[in-house]
Every structure is written in C-alpha cells, then in structure tokens.
C-alpha cells in the first residue's frame, strides 16, 4: 500500500513558477508509475503529467506541456512537480497518484491534494 501527501502549492501571480511535492510511504513506491491530476472547481479531474517507476518516461497534458516538468527521486520516496510560467486557467487543486500496477492499469492510490492559484 501507497500512502501519498502533497505539499508546494499556493497563491502565484501569472507567469509565476511552483514547485509541487509528493511524498509517498509504502514499500511498492519505487516501483509505482506515478501521476498527477488537478481539479478545478466546477470540472472533472484532469490528467496533467506521469512518469514511470525507473523515471525514463514521461507523459504530459497538451495544456502543460514545455510548462510543467514531472520528476521523482526514488531515494527520498518523493514525486515532483515543477510548474512555470504558470496561468490563471492552471487554478485547480493539485492530486498525486500511484499506479503500483502500471499506468495502463490505472491509478490505485491518491493523495488529498494541494491548492493551486494563480491570480491574473
């Protein structure tokens, strides 16, 4: 089992940069895929980025991509988030997930996700 707390977000002016954490627990972590996704109010939850256990591969949404970097350090147990050049339609709260499975098969577990703002 996966236990995930995510940490990092805030209020940030347009333009700004934010650098979100998860810090995950559990033994399967390092061989987890492992996600992110944000909910604004009002909307679904979207996907936003991935990246595989080894970190070898990753995978954005068109809405963040050459904006936001995914990362993780297997070592500290920890996934990460860097988000720049930030925009007012990037507001939503900020969820990390594990896919211990593999991303194909979906994401078991979840975070109880950090607030994003970003003010125009």
Do not use: H
């Not at 347009?14 to 998860?22: F, I, K, Q, T, V």
């Not at 399967?28 to 979207?46: C, H, I, L, N, V």
């Not at 050049?85 to 211990?100: I, M, N």
């Amino acid at each position: 089992q996966v236990q995930l707390v995510e940490s990092g977000g805030g209020l940030v002016q347009a333009g700004g940069s934010l650098r979100l954490s998860c810090a995950a627990s559990g033994r399967t972590f390092s061989y987890s895929d492992m996600g992110w996704f944000r909910q604004a109010p009002g909307k679904e939850r979207e996907f936003v980025a991935a990246i595989s256990w080894g970190g070898f591969y990753t995978n954005y949404a068109d809405s963040v991509k050459d904006r936001f970097t995914i990362s993780r350090d297997n070592a500290k147990n920890s996934v990460y988030l860097q988000m720049d050049s930030l925009k007012p339609e990037d507001t939503a709260v900020y969820y990390c997930a594990a896919a211990p499975r593999g991303l194909r098969n979906g994401y078991d577990y979840w975070g109880q996700g950090t607030q994003v703002t970003v003010s125009s």
